[in-house]
């Protein structure tokens, strides 16, 4: 015969596990050594197992009032309006970098073109003349002055950092 587990059992009747032990403790229904209870026990004490209602029939999933539902279509909107804003602020950039694109490429007015430019001689391929050092230039190194920025000789010394308790305790100094 069929045995059952005390949680299969009170799926199948619908009823608490707490009442399956208390009629286990009682001694109205019995169970074997593997911790089991036979079908036909439990059909002489609880009877026929009533029939489930089919799940399907009384749960409507779609139904518009539900809950749920309110609230994942108020979420579906938020996205919604988010990825407006989001595309809304993309147009504004794109506008922005298309109008610093405009100002790099616009001709500046006293820049010298390619064109305009001088040719000078090239270095690498024609040297030139080098000058002739003089005889006086050889003796005496030319030095040049390094120009400085010039810094403040006196910067303020910032006040010693105080404790709370300090403030109220100590002079000032």
Do not use: C, H, W
């Amino acid at each position: 015969m069929k045995t059952l587990t005390v949680l299969e059992l009170s799926k199948l009747y619908n009823i608490n596990r707490q009442t399956i032990y208390n009629n286990i403790k009682k001694g109205i229904l019995s169970k074997n050594s593997d911790n089991k209870i036979d079908l036909a026990e439990a059909l002489r004490v609880f009877g026929e197992p009533v029939k489930k209602q089919d799940v399907k029939d009384s749960v409507k999933i779609d139904s518009p009032s539900s809950t749920e539902v309110v609230l994942l279509r108020q979420q579906i909107d938020m996205l919604k309006n988010q990825v407006s804003d989001a595309k809304e602020r993309e147009m504004f950039y794109q506008e922005q970098i298309e109008a610093m694109q405009r100002l790099l490429e616009a001709p500046k007015p006293n820049m010298t073109t390619f064109t305009d430019q001088k040719s000078e001689p090239d270095i690498t391929t024609d040297p030139g003349p080098e000058p002739e050092p003089k005889e006086e230039e050889l003796t005496t190194p030319v030095i040049s002055e390094n120009k400085r920025i010039p810094v403040p000789e006196l910067i303020e010394e910032e006040p010693k950092k105080r404790g709370f308790l300090s403030r109220f305790f100590l002079p000032n100094g």
